[in-house]
């Protein structure tokens, strides 16, 4: 996808809004506004001739995660690959084999139950797809922070890591385990969100709004991690962008933010060297290049 300028965007998109009654266009800046929010830093293009707005990662057509379909009748958020994407509340319509959508006529309509849901695992899935890591944060932006802050930066290089680390995880590979027992691969994983939760808790539980903490025994898929870890990495990221604009301390925790994220970092590393091991004792290694992908921080 080509990337403009934001300010060229936002008058391409006025321009193609335009040719619509007011309603329409209403209904299309909410479904705009949650799209942005729900996936960070995503490049939105504009098709005039298609009558579209295009939002994912990269150029092409596999760099995809949904689309914004335009007519005088309403509004259709077109969901890349959105007949494997499980619908509890089936809005998704639509016949194709590969593709699928939700349409909306109404602002209200875009609060529906499971809309939200339904594009955090458009987005999950295009990162196992793709193998790409953690795309950013969806929170706000903290006023006196630089979003690509150092400190900001090194967490969420660490995030990345984790989601490149899950994507390269066959499914059976969840289950498997040291020779010495503990944690199984998909429960270290699902710790590692769990301790992030435990911090959120204590110093900011504002920012607890809308994640889960994994229980013991409960489901763990690929999929399923890769949105918990997202979420709770955008959390984390606003913590800290909030400790940085405010004096550098993170409640419960001593001495500073810095050693608060470099903490987080260090107990992350811990368990994915762990489990490491345990796909190794359980006749399930890494492939070479993850094993070295997982310290290319300069490229991840």
Known sequence: ????????????????????PPEVQAVALRVREL????????????????????????S?????????????????????RGAELPDPERLLAGSGKVHRHIP??????????????????????WQLRSGEGAVGRTLRKVEGVQMDDPLVETWEINARINIYLVGALPSPALSA???????????????????RLMWLKAAAPDLLIGLEKFEKGSSISSSGLVKALNASTAAITELVARSLSGG?????FKPHVHA?????????????????????????????????????WGSR
């Open 1 to 20: 996808m080509a990337t403009r300028r934001a300010t060229d965007t936002e008058e391409a998109v006025g321009g193609l809004l335009r040719a619509y």
């Open 35 to 58: 799209i942005l929010r729900t996936l960070p830093r995503a490049e939105e293009t504009v098709d005039s001739s298609s009558k579209l707005l295009g939002y994912g990662y990269g």
């Open 60 to 80: 092409g057509y596999r760099g995809v995660v949904c689309t914004l379909i335009l007519s005088k009748a309403g509004v259709k958020l077109g969901v890349f």
């Open 104 to 125: 909306f006529k109404l602002v209200e309509d875009v609060e529906r139950r499971g809309v939200t849901q339904l594009l955090a695992e458009a987005l999950a899935a």
């Open 177 to 195: 385990g040291a020779t010495s027992g503990g944690r199984t691969v998909g429960e270290a994983l699902a710790h590692m969100h769990n301790v």
């Open 248 to 252: 550098g301390k993170i409640k419960g």
């Open 260 to 296: 608060f994220v470099g903490y987080l970092v260090s107990h992350e590393s811990h368990h994915r060297g762990q489990i490491a091991l345990a796909l190794k004792q359980s006749g399930k290694p890494l492939e070479k290049t993850v094993s070295f992908g997982l310290w290319e």
